[in-house]
């Protein structure tokens, strides 16, 4: 499997900020090796604008080892681009066949507004989060034993699964009701499935999904988009521990 | 007399901390409120500091680069969290991690901030599992552990290869809490450019708002850096785009002594690189070592023949690898600890054996076939089969190796297009974690009174090289268990002092200095982006004051820096305007500090006149070309002092080591 190098034109979507009025631009771009990730051919690219002092693309990104959730885009209309458990930090050229032309738009959704370029801003998340995604322990040093609550090993392997989820969006961006119910079934389900998390699991499923709504994210009408798009896979089944969850919390909160 | 006091309790080393907390200063929680503490950086140190500082009742402003506090690069630590829990069984206590962790680190780390980590650990992870932290567990539903490099006990926390995300995310989950309950406010996309210092205090700090670009001011009674490591000197490492040195820089130039910037940790197990065009480097965890034998070619012609393409690895017979690392440590093997492997590594390379097929053809194998066989069989015999056939231990040997490292196969397979299961992982050396940084006492509070610095912005716990999965350890250990009784010791003469003000005029001249630099690098005419200059930067540094260091390299790194800064300031083009968000303008500011901070590396590992840990001079080696410590004149702490512009003109202050509870010896992993 060398690497090659391939010629592609990008057509990349800009926007000056939250108010301006955007649009595509197209560029093409020589000699991007295969080996190569989704936004090193980026950084190939800026750079080339850079020294036609013209403006760079603004994308978000970090890690750059598909972990920290940062890096969005949607690549020939899909979430984090043409491959499967991936995110576009981990997607490589050698996707794209020489002579290509590729789509590259920011995600979309209502919750999401962009700030520039591919950026957009996802803080509702973090504000979900606020509202109820924690297990309400002080640090003090004098909690229990950690072995002295032995958890089911499947139990802990599913709400391990649920927490892989590193909040990227690509769930809402690529839902037709831009909806959060895979990110917030996500953390719901990792509490829900261990002991710690049960004694406010009422309060906890009311408010997020509380704050979602305020949120402006819409409703799922289970699809499956999102569990397709999901670069860790994060399945459906927590969507549905999600409604369960808040049925209940509904049927017993006296609030 | 040394201007270095490390403020170190009297007593016995298992005495210590429990005394010396018992008899510092209390904060009521009547007077919290009205104490203003900021927090740069959300990783494990800055969002376990935030979070209990807010559950006190302080008053918190948290500030992260990144777009939300979970995305801070603790998150990608794969392998796992230490903790002296002994629930293995294997004779671990305080006393063996504690032990372990200063002879991993070469013997250059203070005994009593090694120990009081080692006593904390424990809490950590009872902490972490009351929160909901996900660990792996073994079928009977008490918690895993496994093996990391330089130890010979399983004392190791996990949650599959992803443990630093799950950690992150606990400390964030707790984080989240405090902003919801409107104790800690949090301010993402926010950069921190200056230190504020009133009256020689810490007071204070002004950051850029990424996104519209406007300069804040925000006022503390103190300041905790929690800003991360400096690996990115390098331009590829295996940090995150965005880590920087330029908080713990601020700080630095203000007045905080910077201490042992040259203990870089070279992790033996990346990905190689693949070419010119590549903007990062990625970690294979270590833990991959448990499972995985290290090996290339014994002949250079099978190593040639491998790289053209003409041999597979698996088409060469046991008897034609080299597995160097069983070879030359047969008691620690493939867990010798990673500045070994590193090194290990480095030397099959030059001498031909590499690899990859790449520039430099330096890459080695981590092979899994004989796991495979192993874990298969064993798997094959819990089910009852204890015939199995040669391909029923070899599909239930995959599916085993899945289940401990398959986000780690997978993430290795989507970079290389090469599958693990079926060839062994191609790995070679990258840089990966800084040992040094911002100088602090036992307190951890910096040369600058009240200036904290935790996590991998401080020096303190690590010494010349830091074992694997101690980096979270420590992380949480100052932000939950460490800081929250320090810093209220010196936050217990300021329930008087009232609202720090803004106003004043080092608020005033701090604002215009950041805006001057600013406004002069937006409107250079130069002509080359940063990364250029970075780019010649990391070169310079991984030729130079890389793996192996020797005094001609040493002196001309400096120069070439010195140079490299001149070109810099001159030719740098930085595209786009300051009142909006803009990457380049954010890349400059860093990289300037990461150029100042690259000579000042390598002016510490010319005066380090023996080899340490990470720290590889060329000259001190023995005849088996290990590592030659001279404790006699270095075991000291090297701090660097700001003397203006001119790096070169840093001043070097020795905080000297003293071992009074441990036998200082040599560090044999045979």
Same mark, same amino acid.
Request: hydrophobic letters at 35%; charged letters at 25%.
């Given at each position: 499997?060398?690497?090659?190098?391939?010629?592609?034109?990008?057509?990349?979507?800009?926007?000056?900020?939250?108010?301006?009025?955007?649009?595509?631009?197209?560029?093409?771009?020589?000699?991007?090796?295969?080996?190569?990730?989704?936004?090193?051919?980026?950084?190939?690219?800026?750079?080339?604008?850079?020294?036609?002092?013209?403006?760079?693309?603004?994308?978000?990104?970090?890690?750059?080892?598909?972990?920290?959730?940062?890096?969005?885009?949607?690549?020939?209309?899909?979430?984090?681009?043409?491959?499967?458990?991936?995110?576009?930090?981990?997607?490589?050229?050698?996707?794209?066949?020489?002579?290509?032309?590729?789509?590259?738009?920011?995600?979309?959704?209502?919750?999401?507004?962009?700030?520039?370029?591919?950026?957009?801003?996802?803080?509702?998340?973090?504000?979900?989060?606020?509202?109820?995604?924690?297990?309400?322990?002080?640090?003090?040093?004098?909690?229990m034993d950690a072995n002295a609550i032995p958890i089911p090993k499947e139990d802990a392997d599913k709400a391990f699964?649920?927490a892989?989820?590193?909040?990227?969006?690509?769930?809402?961006?690529?839902?037709?009701?831009?909806?959060?119910?895979?990110?917030?079934?996500?953390?719901?389900?990792q509490y829900a499935l261990l002991p710690q998390g049960k004694?406010?699991?009422?309060?906890?499923?009311?408010?997020?999904?509380?704050?979602?709504?305020?949120?402006?994210?819409?409703?799922?009408?289970?699809?499956?988009?999102?569990?397709?798009?999901?670069?860790?896979?994060?399945?459906?089944?927590?969507?549905?521990?999600?409604?369960?969850?808040?049925?209940?919390?509904?049927?017993?909160?006296?609030? | 007399?040394?201007?270095?006091?490390?403020?170190?309790?009297?007593?016995?080393?298992?005495?210590?901390?429990?005394?010396?907390?018992?008899?510092?200063?209390?904060?009521?929680?009547?007077?919290?409120?009205?104490?203003?503490?900021?927090?740069?950086?959300?990783? @494990?140190? #800055? $969002?376990?500091? %935030?979070? /209990?500082?807010?559950?006190?009742?302080?008053? &918190? !402003?948290?500030?992260?680069?990144?777009?939300?506090?979970?995305?801070?690069?603790?998150?990608?630590?794969?392998?796992?969290?230490?903790?002296?829990?002994?629930?293995?069984?294997?004779?671990?206590?305080?006393?063996?991690?504690?032990?372990?962790?200063?002879?991993?680190?070469?013997?250059?780390?203070?005994?009593?901030?090694?120990?009081?980590?080692?006593?904390?650990?424990?809490?950590?992870?009872?902490?972490c599992v009351a929160?909901g932290v996900p660990f792996a567990r073994e079928y009977g539903g008490l918690l895993d552990?496994?093996?990391?490099?330089?130890?010979?006990?399983?004392?190791?926390?996990?949650a599959?290869?992803?443990?630093?995300?799950?950690? @992150?995310? #606990? $400390?964030?989950? %707790?984080? /989240?809490?405090?902003?919801?309950?409107?104790? &800690? !406010?949090?301010?993402?996309?926010?950069?921190?450019?200056?230190?504020?210092?009133?009256?020689?205090?810490?007071?204070?700090?002004?950051?850029?708002?990424?996104?519209?670009?406007?300069?804040?001011?925000?006022?503390?009674?103190?300041?905790?850096?929690?800003?991360?490591?400096?690996?990115?000197?390098?331009?590829?490492?295996?940090?995150?785009?965005?880590?920087?040195?330029?908080?713990?820089?601020?700080?630095?130039?203000?007045?905080?002594?910077?201490?042992?910037?040259?203990?870089?940790?070279?992790?033996?197990?990346?990905?190689?690189?693949?070419?010119?065009?590549?903007?990062?480097?990625?970690?294979?965890?270590?833990?991959?070592?448990?499972?995985?034998?290290?090996?290339?070619?014994?002949?250079?012609?099978?190593?040639?023949?491998?790289?053209?393409?003409?041999?597979?690895?698996?088409?060469?017979?046991?008897?034609?690898?080299?597995?160097?690392?069983?070879?030359?440590?047969?008691?620690?093997?493939?867990?010798?600890?990673?500045?070994?492997?590193?090194?290990?590594?480095?030397?099959?390379?030059?001498?031909?054996?590499?690899?990859?097929?790449?520039?430099?053809?330096?890459?080695?194998?981590?092979?899994?076939?004989?796991?495979?066989?192993?874990?298969?069989?064993?798997?094959?015999?819990?089910?009852?089969?204890?015939?199995?056939?040669?391909?029923?231990?070899?599909?239930?040997?995959?599916?085993?190796?899945?289940?401990?490292?398959?986000?780690?196969?997978?993430?290795?397979?989507?970079?290389?297009?090469?599958?693990?299961?079926?060839?062994?992982?191609?790995?070679?050396?990258?840089?990966?974690?800084?040992?040094?940084?911002?100088?602090?006492?036992?307190?951890?509070?910096?040369?600058?009174?009240?200036?904290?610095?935790?996590?991998?912005?401080?020096?303190?716990?690590?010494?010349?090289?830091?074992?694997?999965?101690?980096?979270?350890?420590?992380?949480?250990?100052?932000?939950?268990?460490?800081?929250?009784?320090?810093?209220?010791?010196?936050?217990?003469?300021?329930?008087?002092?009232?609202?720090?003000?803004?106003?004043?005029?080092?608020?005033?001249?701090?604002?215009?200095?950041?805006?001057?630099?600013?406004?002069?690098?937006?409107?250079?005419?130069?002509?080359?982006?940063?990364?250029?200059?970075?780019?010649?930067?990391?070169?310079?540094?991984?030729?130079?004051?890389?793996?192996?260091?020797?005094?001609?390299?040493?002196?001309?790194?400096?120069?070439?820096?010195?140079?490299?800064?001149?070109?810099?300031?001159?030719?740098?083009?930085?595209?786009?305007?300051?009142?909006?968000?803009?990457?380049?303008?954010?890349?400059?500011?860093?990289?300037?500090?990461?150029?100042?901070?690259?000579?000042?590396?390598?002016?510490?590992?010319?005066?380090?006149?023996?080899?340490?840990?990470?720290?590889?001079?060329?000259?001190?080696?023995?005849?088996?070309?290990?590592?030659?410590?001279?404790?006699?004149?270095?075991?000291?702490?090297?701090?660097?002092?700001?003397?203006?512009?001119?790096?070169?003109?840093?001043?070097?202050?020795?905080?000297?080591?003293?071992?009074?509870?441990?036998?200082?010896?040599?560090?044999?992993?045979?």
């Amino acid at each position: 499997m060398a690497a090659k190098t391939i010629n592609i034109t990008l057509k990349i979507w800009r926007q000056k900020n939250c108010n301006s009025k955007g649009n595509m631009e197209t560029y093409t771009l020589n000699d991007v090796s295969t080996a190569s990730s989704f936004l090193e051919m980026l950084d190939q690219l800026n750079e080339q604008l850079i020294n036609d002092k013209k403006e760079p693309v603004a994308f978000d990104h970090d890690c750059r080892e598909g972990i920290c959730g940062m890096c969005s885009l949607y690549i020939n209309g899909r979430a984090h681009g043409p491959d499967n458990g991936v995110t576009t930090c981990q997607l490589h050229m050698r996707m794209f066949e020489d002579g290509a032309t590729i789509y590259v738009e920011p995600w979309r959704s209502a919750a999401f507004p962009v700030v520039k370029d591919l950026v957009v801003d996802r803080s509702a998340f973090d504000r979900i989060q606020q509202a109820g995604g924690f297990v309400s322990v002080n640090t003090s040093g004098r909690t229990m034993d950690a072995n002295a609550i032995p958890i089911p090993k499947e139990d802990a392997d599913k709400a391990f699964e649920a927490a892989a989820c590193i909040g990227c969006g690509a769930c809402v961006a690529t839902c037709k009701n831009g909806s959060a119910m895979l990110f917030v079934g996500a953390k719901v389900s990792q509490y829900a499935l261990l002991p710690q998390g049960k004694v406010e699991a009422t309060q906890r499923a009311l408010n997020m999904v509380r704050q979602m709504d305020d949120e402006g994210f819409g409703n799922c009408t289970n699809t499956g988009a999102c569990e397709i798009e999901c670069p860790k896979g994060i399945s459906l089944d927590n969507i549905a521990r999600l409604n369960r969850e808040f049925l209940k919390a509904s049927l017993v909160s006296n609030k | 007399m040394s201007i270095l006091d490390s403020k170190i309790p009297a007593g016995n080393i298992s005495d210590k901390w429990t005394d010396y907390k018992d008899h510092l200063k209390l904060v009521a929680p009547n007077n919290r409120p009205k104490i203003d503490i900021i927090v740069v950086g959300t990783g @494990l140190a #800055g $969002a376990s500091a %935030a979070a /209990s500082l807010g559950e006190m009742g302080y008053n &918190v !402003k948290a500030f992260c680069f990144q777009d939300s506090p979970r995305r801070a690069h603790s998150i990608a630590a794969q392998g796992g969290i230490n903790a002296a829990k002994n629930y293995q069984n294997d004779g671990d206590s305080v006393y063996r991690l504690f032990y372990d962790t200063i002879k991993g680190g070469d013997y250059r780390a203070r005994e009593a901030n090694v120990h009081r980590l080692a006593e904390v650990s424990s809490s950590i992870i009872d902490q972490c599992v009351a929160q909901g932290v996900p660990f792996a567990r073994e079928y009977g539903g008490l918690l895993d552990n496994r093996s990391f490099g330089g130890t010979q006990v399983q004392r190791t926390f996990y949650a599959a290869g992803q443990t630093g995300q799950q950690l @992150l995310l #606990g $400390a964030y989950s %707790a984080l /989240s809490r405090q902003i919801g309950l409107g104790r &800690v !406010k949090m301010y993402n996309r926010h950069e921190m450019l200056e230190l504020v210092k009133v009256d020689g205090k810490a007071r204070g700090i002004i950051a850029r708002n990424l996104v519209t670009g406007e300069l804040e001011r925000h006022s503390a009674h103190a300041v905790v850096l929690a800003s991360g490591g400096y690996g990115n000197v390098y331009f590829l490492s295996t940090n995150a785009m965005g880590s920087n040195v330029t908080a713990a820089w601020k700080a630095h130039k203000q007045g905080a002594l910077f201490a042992n910037p040259c203990y870089v940790q070279i992790h033996p197990t990346c990905v190689p690189v693949h070419g010119t065009n590549q903007a990062k480097l990625t970690l294979m965890s270590e833990s991959l070592r448990n499972s995985g034998r290290i090996w290339v070619p014994k002949k250079k012609e099978d190593a040639e023949a491998i790289r053209s393409g003409k041999l597979k690895p698996t088409e060469l017979k046991e008897e034609e690898r080299d597995y160097y690392l069983e070879r030359k440590y047969p008691a620690f093997g493939n867990l010798v600890p990673r500045d070994v492997a590193s090194r290990a590594a480095k030397e099959v390379c030059d001498e031909g054996r590499g690899i990859e097929a790449n520039d430099t053809n330096e890459g080695v194998y981590l092979d899994f076939s004989t796991e495979i066989k192993n874990k298969g069989k064993q798997a094959a015999y819990a089910a009852g089969d204890h015939n199995p056939s040669e391909e029923k231990i070899i599909t239930l040997g995959k599916k085993w190796l899945e289940e401990k490292y398959g986000n780690l196969f997978q993430m290795y397979q989507k970079i290389t297009d090469e599958n693990p299961y079926e060839t062994p992982m191609k790995i070679y050396p990258a840089v990966h974690y800084t040992m040094g940084g911002v100088w602090v006492d036992y307190n951890l509070q910096s040369s600058i009174p009240g200036c904290f610095v935790t996590g991998e912005a401080n020096f303190s716990d690590h010494g010349a090289n830091r074992l694997g999965a101690s980096a979270l350890m420590q992380g949480l250990a100052d932000g939950y268990f460490v800081l929250p009784y320090t810093i209220s010791n010196y936050l217990a003469d300021e329930i008087r002092t009232g609202k720090i003000s803004t106003e004043s005029s080092e608020f005033e001249v701090a604002e215009n200095n950041v805006k001057s630099q600013i406004d002069k690098f937006l409107s250079n005419n130069g002509t080359k982006s940063v990364d250029y200059f970075h780019k010649k930067l990391g070169l310079i540094m991984w030729n130079k004051v890389g793996m192996g260091r020797n005094a001609q390299g040493l002196q001309e790194a400096i120069n070439e820096i010195d140079q490299l800064k001149k070109d810099f300031y001159i030719d740098v083009y930085v595209p786009g305007s300051n009142d909006e968000l803009n990457p380049q303008l954010e890349k400059a500011l860093r990289v300037a500090d990461l150029i100042d901070l690259g000579q000042l590396m390598a002016m510490d590992a010319l005066q380090r006149k023996e080899s340490c840990g990470g720290h590889f001079r060329e000259e001190y080696q023995d005849a088996e070309g290990e590592t030659l410590r001279d404790d006699e004149n270095f075991s000291f702490v090297g701090a660097w002092e700001y003397k203006g512009d001119d790096i070169k003109q840093e001043q070097l202050h020795k905080e000297e080591l003293k071992y009074e509870f441990i036998k200082i010896a040599a560090r044999n992993y045979k």
